[in-house]
């Protein structure tokens, strides 16, 4: 199955960029896996001298290995950030059965923005993408997204520009939703108010 497909990609839809975590966020998951399968290697001699136990600690080595491993490459290849014309799509994969998918009209999107920490994030240009949305209180987060800094300008881009779906009407919509009883109130009358002022339709 293709990507898009995967995705559910309307037939209108391009598919404009996949983001996934820096692949060098997999060397160090990746030494340990190794560790894990070349161990038993090194300790041939003593674990073949234990007979049956040291046969179950060399599967058990190897076992632990190729799991995580696998899910680790899973995980890894999964995890996407889509960038489409219209929307962003965002999939977690947790491990082996657990799959999150968030997808994001840009008319819901209020703020992009990005963190590099540590030495390693900064020698090796990745960072953190959160995304803010209308719809929760917490951003989302694309961890070790490689390059965040040109990720969030064309996520910027695409919501100036693209449909036009984003604009002052809609921005005017969000904040009157997030308005109590109180200000919607006062906003009513500060809108009567105006209206009064204005000439009659057919005057000078």
């Known amino acids: 199955?293709?990507?898009?497909?995967?995705?559910?990609?309307?037939?209108?839809?391009?598919?404009?960029?996949?983001?996934r975590?820096?692949?060098v966020t997999l060397i160090l998951p990746g030494?340990?896996?190794?560790?894990?399968?070349?161990?038993?290697?090194?300790?041939?001699v003593p674990l073949l001298r234990l007979?049956?136990?040291g046969y179950i600690i060399m599967g058990l080595s190897w076992f632990l290995g190729l799991f995580f491993g696998a899910r680790?490459?899973?995980?890894?290849?999964l995890s996407i950030l889509a960038i489409t014309e219209k929307r962003l799509v965002i999939v977690r994969q947790g491990g082996f059965f657990?799959?999150?998918?968030?997808?994001?009209?840009?008319?819901?999107i209020q703020e992009v923005a990005y963190r590099v920490k540590g030495l390693a994030a900064t020698v090796f240009r990745y960072g953190d993408l959160l995304v803010e949305s209308a719809a929760s209180d917490e951003p989302i987060a694309m961890r070790r997204v490689p390059q965040p800094a040109r990720v969030q300008d064309l996520i910027t881009e695409l919501q100036g520009g693209g449909t036009g779906?984003?604009?002052?009407?809609?921005?005017?919509?969000?904040?009157?939703?997030?308005?109590?009883?109180r200000k919607l109130g006062l906003l009513k009358s500060e809108i009567e108010r105006t209206m009064r002022l204005l000439p009659p339709e057919g005057g000078a």
């Open 21 to 23: 975590a820096s692949a």
């Open 31 to 44: 030494l340990l896996v190794a560790a894990l399968f070349l161990a038993p290697l090194f300790f041939m």
């Open 98 to 108: 657990d799959r999150h998918v968030t997808e994001l009209p840009y008319a819901r």
């Open 51 to 53: 007979m049956t136990l």
């Open 1 to 19: 199955m293709s990507l898009e497909r995967s995705l559910g990609l309307k037939d209108d839809e391009s598919l404009l960029s996949v983001v």
């Open 72 to 77: 680790g490459f899973l995980k890894w290849r």
């Open 165 to 181: 779906s984003r604009g002052d009407f809609g921005e005017i919509l969000q904040a009157v939703s997030k308005m109590d009883a």
